[in-house]
C-alpha cells in the first residue's frame, strides 16, 4: 500500500534550540580524506537529509552505510506474523532477480525472453486453476501480471463492469448505477475497486459466529444491475475460504448470468496443493476471472501478482490496447506501464524450481504447522476462529475466551496481548472484526514458509509469558500502559506522514463501522 505523504513547510522542519546554536567547540574540521573509516568521516557528525536534496554529494560507502543503519531499526521481517507477504528466498532466486533490475518488463522487443517468460508463467497458473484448453477460434484463457493482487482485482472489476455496461447499451437500458456483491470482510483494494470505478457496493456482512458469506444471501442481492460477486478463496480475517461452488450452483439453479471473480490472493497457491478436489476455480461455469499474488503464497518478494480470464471473451476487447512501443507491437491491459522483470522472473523461478511437488511438500508443512498452533493455543484457552486440516489458509485466528461464570473480569484484551507480545520482538496483530459481528476481537498468526516448528514453540512460550505479565497488572495499569505504547512505541501511533486532510474519513467500511482492516 502506498501512503499520501504530506510536504512539510519551514516551521514543522524545526531547528536546533538557540543554546545549542551557542555552543563553540574547537573540533576537527579538515576535510574528509576517507582514509578512516565511515564513521570518523563528517558524514556521520550530521543528520541524513530529510525535505530537501543535498547540495553535495555522498561517497557510495557512507551513503550505503548511513541508509543500513537507518534501516536497522525496521522491525525483523521473519517475526512479522502479521503479513502474508514472502520474506523467504533462496540465493539463486535472489541472484536472478537482481540481475534482472535494470530489464524495463514492458520493453518486449529489446527482452523477448521476459515477457515469454510471463506467459509460461500465465499459462501454468492458468492450468493450476483448471483454465479451459479446448475453445473456439480467437478464444481460450488470457491473462497478465500485475503489480500485485490489488492491481488484478481493479482489471477484474473493470472488465465485469464494461461487459455489463456493454450488455445495458445493446438492450437500451440505463447504465448508471452498476453494483457488486462482496463480503463485509473484503481486503481495502476492493473498496478502492468500487469507488475508482464508480460502482456501487452491496455487502453481505458477517455475524458472530460466521465469518464468510453465506451463498443464499449472495444471491439474492442479485439485480439487473450487478455487475459480478466477488467470492474470497481465502479471507484476511480467518483464512476461511468462501463457498464458491455453493454460489455458483444457486446462479445456474436459478438462471442467473452472472459472474463471479474469485479474490484468490491468498488461497490460490494453497488451495491446488492441500485441498485439490476443492471446487472453487474455472472448474465453476459461472467463474470468469481469479486473481492470485505471486508474493503470497506464490513464494516470491513483492510485488507480483496475475489475474486470469477463463476465455477471451469475458476481457472486452476496448479495455486492451495494441501499442507499438519501443519497436514492437504489444497488446496492454495493465494500470501503470513500465515495471521491472524481476518478480516475473522470481516467479518462474519458483514455478519450475519447486514444480507441483514442492509447492505441495510447503503448503503441507504450512498447514501442520497452523494446526499444531491452534491446538496449542485452545489448549492455552484461547477461542480458535480459524478452520483447520487445510480447509482454509494456513494461519491461525484467535481471541481470548469469556471468563467462566463467577469468575473476575479480565482486565486486559486481545490488542494489549499483542503490545506485549511487539515486545518481545513479535508483530502479531490485534483486528476489531468486519461489521455486524458484535465489535469482535481478535488476534492472527500468519504461517509462512519460514516459520518453523521450533519458531511456532518459541512464540508459544511467549504468548503464555505474556499472558502472566498482564494478569498481574489491574485495569487502570493496563489502560495506562496501553496509552503510552500507542503515543510512544507502535509506529502508528507515531506516524507524521499522514495529511491532517485525509485522517478519519468516513466512506470505508473501516471508517463507518469501525472495523480494522487486516495486513496482507
Keep these: 500500500m502506498v501512503h499520501l505523504a504530506k510536504v512539510p513547510n519551514d516551521d514543522d522542519v524545526g531547528a536546533l534550540p538557540e543554546a545549542v546554536k551557542k555552543i563553540s567547540l574547537q573540533l576537527s574540521n579538515d576535510e574528509d580524506s576517507f582514509t578512516t573509516s565511515v564513521y570518523g568521516s563528517r558524514f556521520a557528525a550530521e543528520d541524513l537529509p530529510k525535505h530537501e536534496m543535498p547540495e553535495g554529494e555522498m561517497p557510495k560507502e557512507i551513503a550505503y552505510r548511513m541508509i543500513k543503519d537507518e534501516l536497522s ?43 515469454d517468460i510471463q506467459n509460461r508463467c500465465v499459462s501454468m497458473i492458468g492450468r493450476l486453476f483448471h483454465a479451459p484448453v479446448e475453445h473456439e477460434e480467437g478464444g481460450g484463457a488470457v491473462g497478465t501480471s500485475c503489480v500485485g493482487s490489488s492491481e488484478a482485482i481493479m482489471l477484474a472489476v473493470l472488465a465485469m463492469k464494461r461487459r455489463w455496461k456493454n450488455r445495458r447499451q445493446a438492450e437500451g437500458k440505463p447504465t448508471d448505477h452498476p453494483n457488486i456483491i462482496m463480503s463485509s470482510a473484503v481486503q481495502v483494494c476492493w473498496e478502492k475497486a468500487t469507488r475508482y470505478f464508480e460502482v456501487d457496493e452491496k455487502l453481505v456482512y458477517c455475524t458472530p459466529d460466521r465469518y464468510v458469506i453465506d451463498p443464499k444471501e ?51 497457491f494453497v488451495a491446488p496443493f492441500v485441498v485439490p478436489d476443492l471446487e472453487w476455480d474455472f472448474r465453476c461455469e459461472k467463474v470468469v476471472s481469479i486473481n492470485v499474488s505471486g508474493h503470497k503464497y506464490g513464494l516470491v518478494y513483492p510485488g507480483v501478482g496475475w489475474v486470469v480470464w477463463r476465455d477471451a471473451k469475458f476481457l472486452p476487447q476496448e479495455l486492451v490496447f495494441n501499442i507499438n512501443y519501443l519497436g514492437a507491437d504489444q497488446s496492454s491491459f495493465t494500470l501503470n506501464f513500465s515495471k521491472g522483470a524481476s518478480q516475473v522472473i522470481g516467479q518462474y523461478y519458483q514455478l519450475i524450481r519447486l514444480g507441483k511437488k514442492g509447492y505441495r511438500a510447503i503448503m503441507s508443512n504450512l498447514t501442520r504447522t497452523a494446526d499444531y498452533l491452534a491446538a496449542a493455543l485452545a489448549a492455552l484457552g484461547f477461542v480458535i476462529m480459524s478452520k483447520r486440516a487445510g480447509e482454509g489458509l494456513p494461519l491461525v485466528a484467535f481471541r481470548l475466551a469469556a471468563p467462566p461464570p463467577g469468575a473476575p473480569e479480565r482486565t486486559y484484551d486481545e490488542f494489549a496481548l499483542a503490545h506485549k507480545l511487539r515486545a518481545r520482538g513479535w508483530v502479531v496483530p490485534a483486528y476489531t472484526m468486519a461489521p455486524h459481528t458484535g465489535d469482535l476481537k481478535m488476534l492472527r498468526v500468519v504461517v509462512r514458509e519460514d516459520f518453523s516448528k521450533n519458531r511456532c514453540d518459541a512464540l508459544l512460550a511467549d504468548i503464555r509469558y505474556s499472558q502472566q505479565l498482564l494478569e498481574q497488572l489491574d485495569r487502570e495499569s493496563v489502560r495506562k500502559q496501553e496509552e503510552f505504547i500507542h503515543s510512544h512505541a507502535v509506529n502508528s501511533g507515531q506516524a507524521k506522514h499522514n495529511h491532517p486532510r485525509f485522517r478519519k474519513e468516513k466512506h470505508s467500511i473501516q471508517g463507518k463501522h469501525g472495523k480494522t482492516h487486516s495486513i496482507c
Design 73 to 115: 531499526l525496521d522491525g525483523n521481517p521473519m517475526l512479522n506474523l502479521a503479513s502474508f507477504v514472502t520474506t523467504y528466498m533462496e540465493e539463486e532466486a535472489e541472484k536472478l532477480m537482481a540481475e534482472s533490475f535494470s530489464k524495463n518488463f514492458i520493453d518486449y522487443e529489446e527482452y523477448p525472453q521476459s515477457a
Design 218 to 268: 449472495t444471491v439474492d442481492l442479485v439485480d439487473e444491475n450487478t455487475i459480478g460477486i466477488c467470492v474470497i478463496l481465502g479471507t484476511t480475517y480467518t483464512g476461511e475460504y468462501e463457498d464458491v461452488k455453493g454460489v455458483n450452483d444457486l446462479l445456474i439453479a436459478r438462471g442467473l448470468d452472472i459472474p463471479i471473480h474469485v479474490d484468490a490472493a491468498s488461497g490460490g
